[in-house]
């Protein structure tokens, strides 16, 4: 499920929404993106995101799929903020479920990387001397690159990995 909003979320309600009546759910994990106060040293007073509706849902759909492609999924959800946030607000609730922990863990981690450097969004920091556009930082970019030389999990090597 994808969601691209305004409006704050909870984020109790959210995952309990999404594993509602799922039996088959032995692992959820989950991440939430808040604005930080500094960046590079500099404080921020705020950020504002952008983005072009219609674009942005099918491009983070596009995200979705790969990672079911390559974990074996029960669900998963990936909101996202935009407009106008202040130093502590929500920015991105990133959360899959699967049978087992490490597909669930693995593609959280696939999907915050990569949201990070193909979901279209514009981040404009506000700082004490102006407002300037962020761009793709290299850190972001390398964590994305490491998904392309992994190969895709195969759901037989996760039913074999010890259970606890």
Same mark, same amino acid.
Request: charged share 20%; hydrophobic share 40%.
């Given at each position: 499920m994808i969601r691209v909003q305004r409006e704050d979320f909870d984020i109790g309600a959210e995952l309990d929404?999404?594993?509602?009546?799922?039996r088959r759910i032995g692992g959820i994990a989950t991440f939430t993106g808040t604005v930080r106060d500094l960046a590079d040293g500099t404080d921020v007073a705020a950020m504002t995101l952008e983005h072009y509706p219609g674009m942005t849902?099918?491009?983070?759909?596009? +995200?979705?799929?790969? $990672?079911? *492609?390559?974990?074996?999924?029960?669900?998963?959800?990936?909101?996202?903020?935009?407009?106008?946030?202040?130093?502590?607000d929500r +920015?991105?609730?990133? $959360?899959? *479920?699967?049978a087992h922990r490490a597909a669930a863990l693995e593609s959280c981690a696939f999907l915050i990387d990569w949201l990070k450097t193909k979901a279209p969004f514009w981040k404009l920091e506000e700082t004490g001397s102006g407002a300037q556009w962020v761009d793709a930082r290299e850190a972001d970019e390398a964590a994305t690159a490491r998904w392309s030389a992994q190969p895709k999990s195969d759901p037989a090597d996760l039913n074999a990995r010890p259970r606890r």
């Open positions: 929404a999404l594993t509602a009546g799922n849902e099918k491009q983070l759909a596009a +995200i979705e799929q790969e $990672a079911r *492609t390559r974990w074996p999924l029960e669900s998963c959800l990936i909101i996202h903020r935009y407009g106008r946030l202040e130093p502590g +920015i991105v609730l990133v $959360a899959t *479920t699967s």
